[in-house]
């Protein structure tokens, strides 16, 4: 955004978004939203009210009609007509009445209470938008939700419990018993992203067969990463390793606790795990959430990516030619019936477990297998785009641009 002044008038420029705001693609679609997608856009949103609350602003009229999604899949969090400022001493930069859309404001925003504005307000809209992404219906008045509690909601089977109590903790009436910063939100997301014990196969019903790896650590394999060292280093908890390519790659796949580790097969393009989990329970959840993403490359696209959205955004899914890159500049021991060693152009090494993993172009996949008697070629890539979406997993190993 570009601030200037002119003619005695100050003005911003913003850039233009190539996208449509979440009220006019619910309008066109006339469906509400995914789980899973409203599980990104919320990461992203929140992200940016952390940074918009930091400098003390809140935004007062986040809805729907102001958050729009380009075709990467971004979110952006648009027109702050009606946002305002809290000076030091706590009053606001307004000595004007306020305006609010009814049902995506608080009580203390309805009754004008100024000095009670804060981070929970933007909270309190922020769930009452997640509420209409999720049901494509009006949220209930904060008069409503005080007289009826959680039956002022009407939530669909098909919206998780975690996901239900998020929005009405998110809409709570009394402004202390909200989330009070947006980080807080982001803690309890992150905290209830999978649990690493989950089992990652779905039951198929007799259906085709389901690419899923094992989870399970193979003895053996525990002192694999200890020759990193002293030196490696560690990017969102996760560790980086520099073996002479183009990009840095992680010591792990995602849902692994350690190298020694497999870690969980995911969906392509299921940013967090969500719709594997939601489409174990029932026939109807497959059906709900039986869709993909609309573009070909998902590498660090926050909706879709899920080593960008469960790592941050340092971390992606790789592309099919670096995968090509570490097939042909390094070198490759078979070090068991479940582990390969890759050493690098430098001498540096990481450890992959045998099995298929997903790079970020359209459902294409490395299979790592190793050495036969029927074929030398260790790996192969596969087009899976044309397979059942909802019965495809592979592993995820992240890696990070090098800057």
Same mark, same amino acid.
Request: aromatic share 10%.
């Given at each position: 955004?570009?601030?200037?002044?002119?003619?005695?008038?100050?003005?911003?420029?913003?850039? =233009?978004?190539?996208?449509?705001?979440?009220?006019?693609?619910?309008?066109?679609?006339? &469906?509400?939203?995914?789980?899973?997608?409203?599980?990104?856009?919320?990461?992203?949103?929140?992200?940016?009210?952390?940074?918009?609350?930091?400098?003390?602003?809140?935004? &007062?009229?986040?809805?729907?009609?102001?958050?729009?999604?380009?075709?990467?899949?971004?979110? =952006?969090?648009?027109?702050?007509? *009606?946002?305002?400022?809290?000076?030091?001493?706590?009053?606001?930069?307004?000595?004007?009445?306020?305006?609010?859309? $009814?049902?995506?404001? $608080?009580?203390?925003?309805?009754?004008?209470?100024?000095?009670?504005?804060? $981070?929970?307000?933007?909270?309190?809209?922020?769930?009452?938008?997640?509420?209409?992404?999720?049901?494509?219906?009006?949220? $209930?008045?904060?008069?409503?939700?005080?007289?009826?509690?959680?039956?002022?909601?009407?939530?669909?089977?098909?919206?998780?419990?975690?996901?239900?109590?998020?929005?009405?903790?998110?809409?709570?009436?009394?402004?202390?018993?909200?989330?009070?910063?947006?980080?807080? &939100?982001?803690?309890?997301?992150?905290?209830?992203?999978?649990?690493?014990?989950?089992?990652?196969?779905?039951?198929?019903?007799?259906?085709?067969?389901?690419? *899923?790896?094992?989870?399970?650590?193979?003895?053996?394999? *525990?002192? =694999?990463?200890?020759?990193?060292?002293?030196?490696?280093?560690?990017?969102?908890?996760?560790?980086?390793?520099?073996?002479?390519?183009?990009?840095?790659?992680?010591?792990?796949?995602?849902?692994?606790?350690?190298?020694?580790?497999v870690g969980l097969g995911y969906i392509w393009g299921d940013s967090n795990g969500w719709i594997q989990e939601e489409v174990k329970k029932s026939v109807l959840n497959r059906f709900l959430n039986n869709y993909k993403p609309q573009i070909d490359v998902i590498c660090g696209n926050q909706m879709y990516d899920t080593a960008t959205r469960m790592w941050g955004h340092s971390w992606r899914m790789p592309t099919l030619s670096e995968y090509e890159e570490l097939v042909t500049k390094c070198k490759w021991y078979e070090i068991d019936n479940y582990h390969m060693?890759?050493?690098?152009?430098?001498?540096?090494?990481?450890?992959?477990?045998?099995?298929?993993?997903?790079?970020?172009?359209?459902?294409?996949?490395?299979?790592?297998?190793?050495?036969?008697?029927?074929?030398?070629?260790?790996?192969?890539?596969?087009?899976?785009?044309?397979?059942?979406?909802?019965?495809?997993?592979?592993?995820?190993?992240?890696?990070?641009?090098?800057?």
């Open positions: 955004m570009i601030l200037f002044e002119e003619n005695g008038t100050a003005y911003y420029v913003m850039d =233009y978004i190539d996208g449509e705001s979440l009220a006019e693609k619910m309008k066109k679609t006339g &469906l509400p939203f995914t789980e899973a997608e409203v599980r990104g856009i919320l990461s992203q949103i929140l992200e940016a009210l952390k940074e918009v609350h930091q400098n003390e602003i809140w935004h &007062l009229d986040l809805k729907p009609g102001n958050i729009m999604v380009d075709k990467q899949g971004n979110a =952006y969090l648009i027109d702050f007509g *009606a946002s305002k400022q809290i000076r030091a001493n706590g009053s606001m930069t307004t000595s004007t009445a306020l305006c609010y859309t $009814p049902g995506y404001a $608080p009580n203390e925003q309805i009754g004008q209470m100024y000095d009670r504005f804060g $981070p929970w307000t933007d909270i309190y809209a922020l769930g009452a938008t997640i509420y209409n992404l999720l049901t494509n219906k009006k949220p $209930p008045m904060a008069i409503d939700i005080e007289e009826d509690e959680e039956d002022a909601f009407d939530f669909s089977n098909s919206i998780s419990e975690e996901m239900r109590k998020l929005v009405v903790w998110m809409m709570q009436p009394k402004r202390k018993d909200r989330p009070q910063n947006a980080q807080e &939100l982001l803690n309890r997301l992150d905290y209830k992203q999978i649990d690493k014990k989950t089992n990652p196969i779905i039951e198929n019903e007799n259906e085709e067969t389901i690419i *899923a790896p094992s989870k399970n650590s193979i003895k053996g394999t *525990a002192d =694999y990463g200890k020759e990193h060292g002293k030196d490696s280093k560690r990017v969102n908890g996760h560790e980086i390793v520099d073996i002479g390519l183009n990009v840095y790659w992680s010591a792990q796949n995602i849902g692994a606790s350690s190298e020694d580790e060693k890759v050493v690098g152009p430098n001498g540096k090494s990481i450890v992959f477990h045998k099995g298929p993993y997903w790079t970020g172009e359209k459902m294409k996949a490395f299979e790592l297998h190793g050495e036969t008697k029927k074929s030398k070629n260790f790996y192969t890539f596969y087009d899976r785009s044309s397979w059942n979406h909802l019965k495809t997993l592979c592993l995820i190993r992240p890696v990070m641009d090098k800057k």
